[in-house]
């Protein structure tokens, strides 16, 4: 895993004293979900062995930071839990996530956050996709580029949302926002 609690909790929506083993479950299936089609795997695990040994390159570093790696696994980790969150499994079936002090949202309010949450990860997708595509050679291990500007060449392998569900419009190019 390339995140952990601490970076959890410093680049995601999530409140600092919010139990963060709750969402740590849902880490492995953001990675999956998001960060693997997008960077691809060689770069992924690249990055994951760098996390793991603790000897992250100054190019790796910026991308988790600077490129907001980090940030987007952080939001597409509250995206993929939020459901689980505000509902449970029981043995008595499917219960709203309450206590004595507090109430939970009804599935209108919790609608909109997801959808709020999702426009915010595909904005954050397309800063990482731009912070790769403008830095090609210190990430030559991506499997990226389906921007369809001249740096990606023949390499577009991207996986693209399905269109009728994506909330956020993707810029066309990398190079729109210079």
């Keep these: 895993m390339i995140i952990n609690k601490k970076l959890l909790a410093q ?16 880490v492995p299936i953001a990675t999956e979900v998001w960060i693997r089609p997008l960077i691809g ?3 992924y695990y690249e990055i994951e062995e760098q996390v793991e040994k603790n ?7 910026a991308l988790l930071t600077d ?5 987007y696994l952080a939001y597409a980790t ?20 309450k206590t004595d002090y507090s109430e939970s949202i009804d599935g209108k309010n919790l609608s909109y956050i997801e959808n709020h949450l999702r426009r915010q990860v595909e ?13 090609p050679e210190y990430y030559p291990n991506a499997d990226f580029c389906a921007c369809g500007c001249s ?7 991207l996986n693209q949302p399905n269109p009728w569900k994506q909330l956020y419009k993707p810029y066309r190019r990398c190079t729109d926002l210079k």
């Design 11 to 26: 680049f995601s929506p999530l409140p600092i004293n919010y139990n963060y083993e709750e969402i740590m479950n849902y």
């Design 41 to 43: 795997d060689d770069l």
């Design 151 to 157: 740096c990606c060449g023949d390499n577009a392998k």
């Design 55 to 61: 000897d992250i390159t100054d190019e790796i570093n």
């Design 67 to 71: 490129g907001k790696l980090l940030q």
């Design 78 to 97: 509250c995206l993929e839990g939020l459901p689980f969150i505000a509902y449970h499994f029981s043995e008595a079936g499917v219960t709203k996530a």
């Design 123 to 135: 904005f954050l997708k397309d800063s990482v996709k731009r912070y790769i595509c403008e830095r």
